[in-house]
């Protein structure tokens, strides 16, 4: 009976799936938030929503994140359904949209889904990006700029001001800004440009079988949002869940618990990588260069006879040529020992290919 999307495979420690651990996951915290969202709004919880989300959640959406308003703010299924949305809205079929290199693979199944053309780009070169927009006629820019997947990384300053101030639309992938472990994430590109589109999650902060998360837009990129077929035939996406969301985040429940997975994932990650000069920041991954003369897909094999998996660097490529030197490792699923464990395993993996 399968009810979950992964599962371990025996005698395997699998750093490839981007999942939470399970034990982070607050089943208490939300059950005592759905009994009070029912109690408080009753049968308004259970009914068709307002389109563009609940007010109480958007309005604690607005007053969290900080820089958008409830009126720039729509209530999604999560980061994946608020990109098939946003694609919907802004791309015909045959469209370019440009897509940061290397980025979430995921990401380019929903935009082919939609019949767009993708072309890479390096968002760390705004030239490149502005060259290949007028080139294309792109109609717009997709990224994770802040503790990017798969590299972990965040763009600098520089080029998010350039980018922001550039003219383009960008979709802004923002799904892992609240889990940084040494500072506080870079201001998100939508709040220092126009044309920005940003995509949140609590998939990451609280649990992606909620399915739930938000755009940021302007407003009348809302009232468009919220007057697709989908949405108005259907009400506001995920309604009962939304009103407990914004129990949760109300209540504080939502702050406590993000304080417990900074402190969780940041001993995850140390585990993983107790020292390294490209140790991401935040986020749950490490994309991690391998020696030379390793290729990526062909340590896969040789790796899970040694107990460990990962995601070869391959798949966060467009051209089926880049990624071959690296490995994307995620450190959020499994406890400190496993990760240690998982870390030493792909070391003796690595140096029997390398004959040592
Ligand atoms: C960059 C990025 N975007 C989106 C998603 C999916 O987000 P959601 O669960 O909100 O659909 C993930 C999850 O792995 C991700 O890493």
């Given at each position: ?85 946003v ?53 717009f ?28 639309t960008i979709v802004e ?17 939508w ?5 920005i589109i940003r995509l ?15 755009i940021n837009a302007?407003?009348?990129t ?135």
């Amino acid at each position: 009976m399968t009810i979950v999307q992964f599962e371990h495979r025996d005698g395997i420690l699998d750093l490839g799936w981007g999942h939470p651990l399970p034990s982070l996951l607050p089943a208490g915290a939300w059950a005592a938030a759905t009994e009070e969202a029912l109690r408080t709004y009753g049968w308004k919880a259970l009914t068709y929503g307002h389109e563009p989300g609940p007010a109480p959640l958007r309005e604690w959406i607005a007053a969290h994140v900080g820089d958008a308003t409830p009126e720039q703010t729509f209530v999604t299924a999560g980061t994946s359904h608020g990109l098939a949305l946003v694609t919907q809205l802004l791309t015909s079929p045959g469209d370019v949209v440009l897509v940061d290199s290397p980025t979430y693979h995921y990401a380019y199944k929903i935009f082919t889904d939609l019949h767009v053309r993708l072309i890479a780009v390096r968002a760390g070169d705004p030239d490149e990006v502005a060259r290949a927009a007028r080139e294309h006629d792109a109609a717009f820019l997709y990224l994770v700029p802040t503790f990017g997947n798969p590299t972990g990384r965040s763009l600098p300053g520089e080029q998010r001001r350039r980018l922001a101030a550039s003219g383009l639309t960008i979709v802004e992938d923002d799904t892992y800004r609240e889990l940084f472990y040494d500072r506080p994430a870079s201001p998100a590109l939508w709040s220092s440009g126009e044309r920005i589109i940003r995509l949140g999650t609590f998939s990451k902060t609280v649990a992606p079988g909620l399915r739930l998360g938000w755009i940021n837009a302007g407003p009348s990129t809302v009232i468009e949002l919220a007057r697709l077929g989908a949405v108005h035939s259907g009400g506001g996406v995920n309604h009962t869940t939304a009103m407990t969301m914004a129990v949760f985040g109300g209540s504080g429940a939502y702050g406590k618990h993000v304080l417990t997975l900074r402190q969780r994932y940041r001993a995850q990650r140390d585990a993983l990588i107790p020292a390294a000069d490209d140790r991401p920041d935040g986020g749950w991954f490490w994309w991690k260069e391998l020696p030379d003369g390793i290729d990526a897909e062909s340590l896969l094999p040789v790796a899970e006879r040694y107990g460990v998996s990962f995601v070869p660097g391959t798949a966060f490529f467009l051209d089926g040529q880049s990624g071959h030197d690296r490995v994307r490792l995620s450190f959020s699923h499994l406890p400190p020992a496993d990760l240690r464990e998982a870390a030493r395993r792909l070391d003796v993996a690595i140096r029997s290919v390398l004959g040592q």
